[in-house]
């Protein structure tokens, strides 16, 4: 399986940004998209954003369109999250995750699942 690592969170103010990072080792091909979920305490997880294998599409929440922006590089294993503009809000525990697909219900993962690296933004 492949394995996940993210780092980049962190405690910010409104107004402020964050850029997350999400290190990708072991089985690391996929054809699928990669991409970001967060999960509040008490909510359910919610799609973020989504990125083609190539990075030539991306997809976003409503939520957080125009704010924040999916990149990936291959070479090195690595997705991005550039997280702007950030509003209480945005405050999460943000997961990077394998083969992301878009079905009836809306986007989820069929492959691995990072832990999670926190985002808290202060009002």
């Known amino acids: 399986q492949v394995q996940l690592v993210e780092s980049g969170g962190g405690l910010v103010q409104a107004g402020g940004s964050l850029r997350l990072s999400c290190a990708a080792s072991?089985?690391?091909?996929?054809?699928?998209?990669m991409g970001w979920f967060r999960q509040a305490p008490g909510k359910e997880r919610e799609f973020v954003a989504a990125?083609?294998?190539?990075?030539?599409?991306?997809y976003y929440a409503d939520s957080v369109k125009g704010r924040f922006t999916i990149s990936r590089d291959n070479a090195k294993n690595t997705v991005y999250l550039q997280m702007n503009s950030l509003k209480p809000e945005d405050t999460a525990v943000y997961y990077c995750?394998?083969?992301?697909?878009?079905?009836?219900?809306?986007?989820?993962?069929?492959?691995?699942w990072g832990q999670g690296t926190q985002v808290t933004v202060s009002s």
């Open positions: 072991g089985r690391t091909f996929s054809s699928r998209a």
């Open positions: 990125i083609s294998w190539s990075g030539s599409s991306t």
């Open positions: 995750a394998a083969d992301l697909r878009r079905g009836v219900t809306g986007w989820g993962a069929q492959g691995s």
